[in-house]
Every structure is written in C-alpha cells, then in structure tokens.
C-alpha cells in the first residue's frame, strides 16, 4: 500500500518510520539542536539513511505546557529547511503545523505531507490540504498544548478518540481529500493520563476500523518516564519497546527521534503480526 505525498510516495507495505525534524529552539528532547539549518539537513539525511520513510518538520512545539508560536516565526523557521530538504532527499517531507497558511507555504516548498496534531480543525486547513494535493496525519487532542495535561478525562477514552477521528475523516473526504491521503492518529500524551495512553496503546487494532493507515508518536514521551521513572534522555528503550507494541497492534506508521533502532523495532513487531497470520488467527 502506497500513499501518495504530492508526487512522492510513503510505501506502507512495511511499518515506516517518520524521522522528527526539530527547528524549534525550545523542544522537549532536542533542546534547540537543530535550530541551524545546516545542522537539520545533516540530521535528516541521517535519519534517512538509518531508514527513515518520511522525515517530520516541525517549527512549533506542541508538547504539554508549549507556548502557540507566531505564524511568521514558524515560517521562518522551517521553510528553509523544507526547501532543501525537498531538493535534496528523495523521501517524503512532512510540516507539523496547524496553520493553514504554514501548510500552503510548505506545500509550495515542497511538502508532500501535512501532520496535523489539531486535524485541520483551523479555519481553511482542510482546504488548503485538499487544493494543495498532499497527504494528511489528522491527530487527536483534548485540549490544547499550553493546558491539555491539566485535567485530562474520557468515560472510554478510546472509543471517543476514535470517534472523533472517524468525524474528521468524514469531513475531510467531504471537503475532497481523497481517503487514500488519509492517516490517523490517537494523539498519545496529546490530552491523556498515562492510563488513558496505555489503553490507547493496547487497543490500538481497534482503530483499523477507521479504514485508514494508523500513525503513533510515542518517542520519549512521559508516560514511559513516569512508568520507568527516567528523564527524557533515557527514555529509549521504552520507546523502542512501545513502538514494537503499537506496529503488533497495527501501527502503520511509527514516528520516532531514534530512528535506526526504531526500524529495528518496528520490524520486530511487524514479524509477530506475520507470526499470528501463519497461525491461521484472525487480525
Ligand atoms: C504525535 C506527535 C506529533 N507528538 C503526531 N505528531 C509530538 N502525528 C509532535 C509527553 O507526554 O504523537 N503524533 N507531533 C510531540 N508531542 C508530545 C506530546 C511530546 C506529549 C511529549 C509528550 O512527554
């Protein structure tokens, strides 16, 4: 199964890995390392290297607690990056943004992926995807990122994820986006308790149902170091054991800081998948 990025394609008959492109000076686990451009491209063509199928730009971080960031900023932080990125690798490259504006700009730059945390709840953004002819990750969040981990709640927080995805997905192919442009994703920390994420993360397969590729962002988050009791920079191997998780479960995509380990892992998961279906079990 391909997905196609705006003349660039995502090949999903494996779990691909999207490589995180921080160009936001306050990241939560980059820490402003990859502000310089020069620095971002060598990352990239790295995480490319290591397997990467997709490589993620962000300009505005969106982790719990993050401040929104000016539309001017945001530009002016990743479309540079975006442009030579486009020029020099042959991979897909994805804008983290929910500006409708940042998304037409990066599209024109190059972008054939729009990772949406806020599933182009904006004003326009859903038209600017569909005229714009690239792809879209459309994510679940309660809340927003300066307050969503404050007092997050849900009587069945999986089934009102999924829900609500199944809503913008109908909305989005309305507008014209075609489903086979389509990605969802739960929003892991997005609006959740560690509970909330485990649940999510066990009944992933239950979003298969939604008819569209699953992406998960589980990289260093803290319900890993909450469960492990670990800062950030050792967060990895719990990373890496959720991301074979969630591809068991039926991730399509798995988006990651770490990518060569993380191939490894989502590889491991995807062997099980296959080792269920040589036993005849039902996915
Ligand atoms: C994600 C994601 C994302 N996560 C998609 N895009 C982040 N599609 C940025 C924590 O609990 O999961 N899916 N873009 C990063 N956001 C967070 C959220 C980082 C929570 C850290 C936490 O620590």
């Known amino acids: 199964m391909l997905i196609d990025c705006h003349g660039r394609s995502l090949n999903l008959g494996t779990p691909a890995v999207m490589g995180v492109l921080n160009v936001t000076p306050d990241s939560f686990s980059d820490g402003g390392r990859f502000v310089d451009p020069e620095a971002a491209m060598r990352h990239a063509h790295r995480m490319v290297a290591d397997g990467a199928g997709i490589i993620d730009v962000g ?14 900023a945001e530009l002016e932080r990743i479309l540079p990056v ?36 806020n599933a182009l709840r904006a004003d326009g953004a859903i038209e600017t995807v569909a005229s714009g002819g690239a792809a879209v990750c459309l994510m679940h969040m309660q809340g927003e990122p300066r ?14 994820v999924k829900e609500f995805l199944a809503d913008r997905i109908r909305l989005c192919i309305a507008a014209g986006i075609p489903r086979d442009r389509i990605v969802a994703d739960p929003g892991f920390g997005f609006g959740k308790t560690s509970a ?30 909450t469960l492990l009791d ?11 054991a959720v991301a074979g998780i969630a591809v068991y ?5 798995v988006r990651a800081h770490d990518v060569a380990p993380t191939v490894d892992a989502a590889r491991v998961g995807h062997a099980a998948v296959a080792g269920l ?7």
């Open 59 to 72: 300009g505005e971080s969106t982790r719990p607690g993050a401040a929104p960031v000016e539309e001017s």
């Open 82 to 117: 975006v442009e030579r990125l486009a020029g020099e690798l042959q991979v897909p490259i994805s804008v983290d943004t929910s500006k409708p504006e940042v998304m037409r700009r990066a599209i024109a730059a190059g972008a054939g992926f729009v990772n949406d945390v």
């Open 147 to 160: 307050s969503m981990q404050q007092a997050p709640h849900y009587d069945d927080v999986v089934s009102e």
């Open 196 to 225: 909330h994420n485990w649940a999510l993360l066990a009944r992933l397969r239950e979003f298969r149902t939604l008819g569209v590729p699953i992406l998960v962002g589980l990289s260093r988050k803290s319900f890993i170091g």
């Open 230 to 240: 670990k800062p950030t920079v050792q967060r990895l191997s719990g990373s890496l």
């Open 249 to 253: 479960n039926g991730a399509d995509i």
């Open 277 to 283: 279906r040589e036993r005849q079990i039902s996915l």
